[in-house]
């Protein structure tokens, strides 16, 4: 921390915060505590540039710790804060995010930001069971299958990357089914869509150096494999 400090490295001194709420978080299960650190590391992105993507995290972490602890308003707040700082523009109503403003954010960073999102109002949706906020967790399950899909089109085979997947193709399943909502056809597609990306992705990591082979090649390679093992 010192050495972070001393030598001006605020990058540095930002994640180092952000790993000590993960500690004060899942090894003392002390939330207030996780989020003392990420008002530290807030405190630095609101004067250093912190890349985008980290300051929505961060502000989306906060707003997650605060809806366990029973503060949802203030959850709500930050969760708007955080996309007014993204887009540049009034945000009242959530819903309003969109595919069009990922085209150029299509990292696994931003689609865990939006299953945070999700998470957030879907623990609230099923505490309150008020619809709007069932609504507004839908939307951003579903918005982040969208953006997984683009961004796994362009992606190599990741294990967490799977897991973060089922992830949100659960918690989007779930609401389909709480919430009463048309159109299954159109949400069994996505998911399909999303599941034979992962598999193939999946495939290619384990058999890569087979897909440049000549089909002749891999039929006498099967041959042989056939033969020795009889």
């Known amino acids: 921390m010192r050495e972070s400090i001393s030598y001006g490295n605020y990058y540095n001194e930002m ?36 890349r985008e993507v980290n300051l929505l995290n961060i502000f989306l972490k906060k707003a997650d710790l605060l809806q366990q602890l029973g503060d949802f308003p203030q959850a709500e707040n930050l969760v708007k804060k955080a996309f007014v ?21 299509n990292s696994v960073y ?21 619809r709007e906020f069932g609504d ?7 918005l982040a299958v969208h953006v997984f899909q683009d961004y796994y089109q362009k992606g ?8 973060t997947a089922s992830q949100i193709h659960e918690g989007l399943t779930e609401l389909y089914i709480e ?35 000549p089909d002749s090649l891999l039929l006498r390679h099967n041959m042989l494999r056939s033969e020795l093992a009889t």
């Open 15 to 50: 994640l180092l915060y952000t790993e000590f709420c993960k500690y004060w978080l899942f090894s003392e299960n002390d939330l207030s505590k996780a989020i003392d650190y990420l008002d530290k590391a807030l405190g630095i992105g609101s004067e250093n540039d912190i």
């Open 85 to 105: 700082l993204m887009l540049e523009e009034d945000m009242e109503d959530l819903t309003v995010v969109n595919t069009a403003d990922f085209k150029e954010r």
């Open 110 to 130: 931003y689609i865990n930001a939006l299953k945070e999102v999700a998470n957030i109002y879907r623990n609230q949706f099923l505490l309150t069971n008020e």
């Open 136 to 142: 507004i967790s839908y939307h951003f399950y579903d």
């Open 156 to 163: 190599a085979y990741n294990p967490y990357l799977k897991m």
């Open 179 to 213: 919430l009463d909502k048309p159109d299954i056809d159109s949400l069994l597609v996505r998911l399909e869509n999303n599941s034979s990306q992962l598999i193939w992705r999946e495939f290619e990591s384990k058999y890569q150096h087979y897909l440049s082979v």
